[in-house]
């Protein structure tokens, strides 16, 4: 598996997904799954940006380890959800 590939078609994709939308026509498949699971989560736009930059951070170290394929983002919010203490 090619990580550095990985790692910037990662970076590129999320960087898009931020920025409003991909131009692009042709993905991989990973890359449709992870838009789809995106999508599919339904946070907030503005909540949205602040997580999927923590995400792409999450994933670049996961990549970085070779761990891969990269985590989808509704597996990174429940991390991030069991992993802070609740505040009552």
Do not use: H, N
Request: with cysteine.
């Amino acid at each position: 598996m090619d990580w550095e590939l990985m790692r910037t078609r990662f970076r590129r994709l999320i960087t898009e997904v931020i920025r409003g939308g991909t131009k692009r026509t042709v993905f991989q498949q990973w890359e449709v799954a992870l838009l789809v699971d995106i999508e599919g989560c339904g946070a907030p736009a503005r909540r949205r940006i602040g997580a999927l930059r923590q995400y792409l951070r999450a994933v670049e170290r996961q990549i970085d380890r070779r761990q891969g394929p990269p985590m989808k983002f509704s597996e990174f919010l429940q991390q991030r959800t069991t992993r802070r203490p609740s505040k009552e």
